[in-house]
């Protein structure tokens, strides 16, 4: 139903609006109803209708005035004029000002009905426009995240496609310099387990303002990310020259997001920093040296800002495993030989008694460490990185509270088993997997430049013709009508923006012929590109 607001200060004009049509029939319904332009404005604000009809001269608060004052907050809602023939030129000063329309007293039934209808045909085209905005940034914002992600992952991109990205989701950064900040949210996954979609998603919101207001406030410039396990992390750009005297500054605004989290959420978080890097492209350092500080939430506890003059401080202290001991369980979890690895776990854990790790804390970095040794062989044989980072943050929870070296030495057979050691029986089919999985990574990391079986099979060391058979056998498609797919609807979310030309947009999904770009076009879509983009409400 479309809502219906009344205002005049003559009852008999409310009463003669109100009872000249079948509202409910037509869909619509009268929301309420006032004689004082004033007291309308307050209505209008909480009822929020579509429409308003509205008196254009009333004592007090008149129409004009009213419908200036509501148009700042419901730029939307649409205003229909009741004048006499002596006020009409007040009506001319309406419309110029973007009213929708009008009607003459005596209102006539017919053409009150005949212009609600068409405010009703109007209403219905903003709503659905804003829906379709909506759902473009969102889509928008879901490619940009997904590039952050890529870059804190360490994907290397060719200086013109990171070009054409970084101008692609408008992003920045002059300097030279990068730092990543994680902010995890603590006790995320036991809050996580009494919250439906809506607060979970609400959380994730309330950090993002909160880290954006903070970042905008010290002037820094940077971008956000979410990231699988439930953190938020943010892409600082800042000068290399003077980092030690920027550094507590960077550190004073992780405070304060910290701080304001803990204000206004019933949540707290942890920041952790990397160290400053010195192009894009080692972005993952930072990204990684971040999550290593965040680990020291062991030791430090929660609430607060752990940086890398932190971290460092504490590493130098002990070590966490000799290199030679990393080396041979790698041996023995990349030969999926259970037996030998638990024995040695056994062997390594029960050697702690006259050793110097024997706090909580260091049990706890020490369980860490082989953790992610586990998770890392885990990813190269196969399994889903993003379920991963998912799960290594659930054993991490799990963790949590241990103090007896016993437990820590259990928790990670079980981890192995669980994530690694299984891998014996997934054979082949995983390795088929993985590489089908890596095949659609690298085309939505690289679908604007060159792309083909050739390429990737560089990339995953694998012969082209194999990596054909298996994409095949997997998805039931050819790749090449994958990555044609994917091209075309990354050119059709490109295609809402008014910035972009058509020629522009062939080049930024990866074709450098534009009319072969239309023929593709017009042969998956159906249309060619200025048809389609007829059809898309225009981003500005």
Same mark, same amino acid.
């Given at each position: 139903?479309?809502?219906?607001?009344?205002?005049?200060?003559?009852?008999?004009?409310?009463?003669?609006?109100?009872?000249?049509?079948?509202?409910?029939?037509?869909?619509?319904?009268?929301?309420?109803?006032?004689?004082?332009?004033?007291?309308?404005?307050?209505?209008?604000?909480?009822?929020?209708?579509?429409?308003?009809?509205?008196?254009?001269?009333?004592?007090?608060?008149?129409?004009?005035?009213?419908?200036?004052?509501?148009?700042?907050?419901?730029?939307?809602?649409?205003?229909?004029?009741?004048?006499?023939?002596?006020?009409?030129?007040?009506?001319?000063?309406?419309?110029?000002? *973007?009213?929708?329309?009008?009607?003459?007293?005596?209102?006539?039934?017919?053409?009150?009905?005949?212009?609600?209808?068409?405010?009703?045909?109007? /209403?219905?085209?903003?709503?659905?426009?804003?829906? &379709?905005?909506?759902?473009?940034?969102?889509?928008?914002?879901?490619?940009?995240? #997904?590039?952050?992600?890529?870059?804190?992952?360490? /994907?290397?991109?060719?200086? /013109?496609?990171?070009?054409?990205?970084?101008?692609?989701?408008?992003?920045?950064? $002059?300097?030279?310099?990068?730092?990543?900040?994680?902010?995890?949210?603590?006790?995320?996954?036991?809050?996580?387990?009494?919250?439906?979609?809506?607060?979970?998603?609400?959380?994730?919101?309330?950090?993002?303002?909160?880290?954006?207001?903070?970042?905008?406030?010290?002037?820094?410039?940077?971008?956000?990310?979410?990231?699988?396990?439930?953190?938020?992390?943010?892409?600082?750009?800042?000068?290399?020259?003077?980092?030690?005297?920027?550094? $507590?500054?960077?550190?004073?605004?992780?405070?304060?997001?910290?701080?304001?989290?803990?204000?206004?959420?019933?949540?707290?978080?942890?920041? *952790?920093?990397?160290?400053?890097?010195?192009?894009?492209?080692?972005?993952? =350092?930072?990204?990684?040296?971040?999550?290593?500080?965040?680990?020291? #939430?062991?030791?430090?506890?929660?609430?607060?800002?752990?940086?890398? @003059?932190?971290?460092?401080?504490?590493?130098?202290?002990?070590?966490?495993?000799?290199?030679?001991?990393?080396?041979?369980?790698?041996?023995?979890? &990349?030969?999926?030989?259970? $037996?030998?690895?638990?024995?040695?776990?056994?062997?390594?854990?029960?050697?702690?008694?006259?050793?110097?790790?024997?706090?909580?804390?260091?049990?706890?970095?020490?369980?860490?460490?082989?953790?992610?040794?586990?998770?890392?062989?885990?990813?190269?044989?196969?399994?889903?990185?993003?379920?991963?980072?998912?799960?290594?943050?659930?054993?991490?929870?799990?963790?949590?509270?241990?103090?007896?070296?016993?437990?820590? #030495?259990?928790?990670?057979?079980?981890?192995?088993?669980?994530?690694?050691?299984?891998?014996?029986?997934?054979?082949?089919?995983? =390795?088929? @997997?993985?590489?089908?999985?890596?095949?659609?990574?690298?085309?939505?990391?690289?679908? =604007?430049?060159?792309?083909?079986?050739?390429?990737?099979? *560089?990339?995953?060391?694998?012969? $082209?013709?194999?990596?054909?058979?298996?994409?095949?056998?997997? /998805?039931?498609?050819?790749?090449?009508?994958?990555?044609?797919?994917?091209?075309?609807?990354?050119?059709?979310?490109?295609?809402?923006?008014?910035?972009?030309?058509?020629?522009?947009?062939?080049?930024?999904?990866?074709?450098?012929?534009?009319?072969?770009?239309?023929?593709?076009?017009?042969?998956?879509?159906?249309?060619?590109?200025?048809?389609?983009?007829?059809?898309?409400?225009?981003?500005?």
């Amino acid at each position: 139903m479309i809502k219906v607001f009344i205002v005049d200060d003559e009852k008999w004009v409310r009463q003669s609006i109100k009872h000249s049509i079948a509202w409910e029939e037509h869909g619509f319904e009268i929301a309420s109803e006032e004689d004082d332009g004033l007291d309308a404005l307050g209505k209008i604000m909480e009822l929020r209708p579509q429409i308003v009809i509205a008196d254009i001269r009333m004592p007090g608060l008149d129409g004009i005035e009213l419908f200036k004052m509501v148009r700042m907050k419901l730029p939307h809602t649409l205003f229909i004029f009741i004048s006499g023939y002596s006020h009409f030129n007040y009506v001319q000063d309406a419309l110029n000002l *973007g009213a929708f329309n009008y009607i003459l007293k005596p209102i006539d039934a017919g053409k009150l009905l005949e212009v609600l209808l068409n405010a009703k045909s109007r /209403t219905i085209q903003l709503e659905q426009s804003v829906r &379709d905005q909506a759902m473009a940034r969102h889509s928008l914002g879901m490619l940009k995240n #997904r590039f952050l992600n890529a870059l804190l992952d360490g /994907t290397r991109f060719a200086e /013109t496609a990171l070009a054409a990205k970084l101008k692609q989701f408008g992003l920045a950064f $002059p300097f030279g310099g990068f730092v990543v900040l994680r902010i995890a949210i603590d006790n995320y996954r036991s809050i996580k387990q009494h919250l439906n979609f809506n607060d979970i998603e609400l959380m994730s919101f309330s950090l993002r303002n909160i880290a954006a207001e903070v970042i905008a406030k010290y002037g820094l410039i940077g971008a956000m990310a979410d990231l699988s396990s439930g953190e938020l992390a943010v892409l600082l750009n800042v000068q290399q020259d003077g980092w030690e005297e920027t550094e $507590p500054y960077v550190r004073k605004a992780a405070e304060e997001i910290a701080a304001s989290v803990k204000q206004y959420q019933y949540f707290t978080v942890t920041i *952790g920093m990397g160290d400053l890097v010195d192009e894009l492209g080692r972005l993952n =350092e930072s990204n990684a040296q971040a999550g290593r500080s965040l680990d020291y #939430r062991l030791e430090l506890g929660n609430d607060r800002v752990i940086a890398p @003059s932190d971290r460092k401080e504490r590493e130098d202290r002990f070590d966490l495993l000799p290199v030679e001991e990393e080396t041979e369980l790698l041996k023995l979890l &990349d030969g999926l030989n259970r $037996p030998a690895f638990n024995e040695r776990i056994d062997k390594l854990f029960g050697s702690l008694n006259g050793s110097r790790i024997r706090q909580p804390f260091q049990l706890g970095f020490l369980f860490r460490h082989i953790c992610g040794l586990i998770f890392m062989m885990a990813a190269r044989k196969g399994h889903s990185t993003s379920h991963l980072q998912e799960e290594q943050r659930a054993v991490h929870d799990q963790a949590e509270g241990m103090t007896q070296a016993d437990e820590f #030495r259990e928790l990670l057979k079980s981890v192995a088993d669980r994530y690694l050691l299984a891998a014996d029986d997934a054979g082949d089919q995983g =390795e088929k @997997s993985s590489a089908v999985r890596k095949m659609r990574e690298y085309v939505y990391a690289h679908y =604007e430049e060159k792309v083909d079986l050739q390429v990737l099979a *560089g990339h995953l060391y694998m012969h $082209p013709v194999y990596l054909s058979k298996i994409f095949k056998q997997e /998805t039931g498609g050819n790749f090449t009508d994958f990555l044609l797919g994917y091209r075309m609807s990354m050119a059709k979310e490109l295609m809402r923006h008014k910035a972009y030309e058509l020629s522009d947009i062939a080049r930024m999904v990866g074709f450098d012929d534009y009319s072969y770009f239309n023929k593709q076009f017009r042969k998956t879509q159906g249309l060619s590109p200025q048809e389609f983009r007829k059809t898309v409400e225009m981003i500005p």
